[in-house]
């Protein structure tokens, strides 16, 4: 059994932590403030509470998973961790920092999982002593729930460990595991997510469609239809024909900038950032942001099958 640490106490390394301890696996998670820690103590208590709320844990549950919780500020409580899930901020002077600390008190034998969405594994393993032993394993929001993960080796990486990151996700993490062949900025999801918000961001720029429109068009068209037949399956049920007929009249005119668009500028000089900031592309104010939180994770609820501690 892996001996699991949690390198960031943010949003992922919060839903990491509530992921392993749920499965009966004693879990370190280091953080870099008190304040910070104290926040990810409470968030994993949340998402607990939740899983109580849906009957899928009970209180118990919730107990013997905390026990198995430790949090700290300190990187050494992470010396004899054989697998450590690095979440921390999406910036590669702060990853090497972390890699350091991590590499300072692991054994050769730790794996290095790093959380991140957008950076290679190339560019990662080039900031540890042991490439062999990085890879890439990037969960989605509610990374607890949502069950895919996709795993990117860089060209450094040991196939060993490729094998005991699957077994550990799948065998032990109820997760899905998605394999890239090659290393790629954004992965896979977050490539075809980028092409989707850059479209939607220019389709409202254009005054073609607001927010709620393109959102509503998401879920009853995208959503719906992709839950339950593959995106390429699809292509290939309409067949080549009729897709090449309408790339060729919709291709020409997608959005193709490589700038970051004004829509997202503006609202960054403006502090309209988003959820937290009360106003982004919605004004959250007027929103109900805890039943937008169940909603998130509302289509995981029947699929979850986890190992519950007693
Ligand atoms: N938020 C999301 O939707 C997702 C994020 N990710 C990836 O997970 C990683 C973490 O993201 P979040 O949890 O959202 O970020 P966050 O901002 O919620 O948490 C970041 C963590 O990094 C720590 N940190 C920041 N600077 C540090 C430093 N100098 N030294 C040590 N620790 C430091 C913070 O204390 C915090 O624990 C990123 O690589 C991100 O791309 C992956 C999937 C989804
Ligand atoms: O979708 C997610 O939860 C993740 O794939 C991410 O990596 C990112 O946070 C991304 O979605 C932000 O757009």
Redesign the pocket.
């Known amino acids: 059994m892996e001996k699991i640490g949690v390198y960031g106490s943010g949003v992922i390394g919060a839903c990491e932590a509530t992921l392993c301890i749920g499965n009966g696996f004693e879990t370190v998670v280091v953080g870099h403030s008190a304040p910070g820690l104290e926040r990810c103590r409470a968030a994993i208590g949340k998402n607990w509470d939740d899983l109580i709320a849906q009957g899928l844990a009970t209180q118990r549950n919730k107990e013997a998973a905390m026990e198995l919780l430790t949090l700290t500020d300190d990187p050494a409580a992470l010396a004899g961790r054989t697998f450590i899930f690095e979440a921390v901020a999406e910036d590669l002077t702060v990853k090497q920092s972390v890699y350091a600390a991590v590499e300072a008190v692991c054994g050769a034998d730790t794996i290095l999982a790093s959380c991140t ?2 950076l290679t594994a190339a560019a990662l393993a080039a900031l540890v002593e042991r490439p062999e032993r990085l890879v890439i394993a ?4 509610p ?1 607890h729930m ?1 069950p895919l993960v996709e795993l990117v080796p860089s060209e450094r990486t040991e196939p060993a460990v490729l094998d005991r990151a699957k077994t550990l996700l799948e065998g032990r993490l109820d997760r899905q595991v998605v394999l890239l062949r090659r290393d790629v900025p954004g992965l896979l ?2 490539r075809l ?2 092409a989707m ?1 850059r479209e939607s961001l220019y389709l409202i720029e254009q005054g073609v469609a607001t927010a709620e429109d393109i959102d509503k068009a998401v879920k009853w068209a995208v959503g719906k239809r992709y839950a339950s037949i593959g995106l390429l399956e699809y292509f290939d049920e309409v067949g080549f024909q009729l897709e090449r007929d309408i790339a060729a009249n919709v291709y020409p005119s997608l959005c193709d900038t490589k700038d970051i668009q004004g829509i997202v500028t503006a609202g960054l000089e403006s502090g309209k950032t988003g959820v937290a900031a009360g106003q982004g592309l919605y004004d959250w104010s007027k929103k109900d942001v805890a039943e937008f939180r169940m909603r998130k994770q509302a289509p995981y609820f029947t699929d979850l099958n986890w190992n519950l501690p007693e």
């Open positions: 969405s957008s990037h969960p989605f929001q990374a949502l999801v977050n997510a980028q918000f």
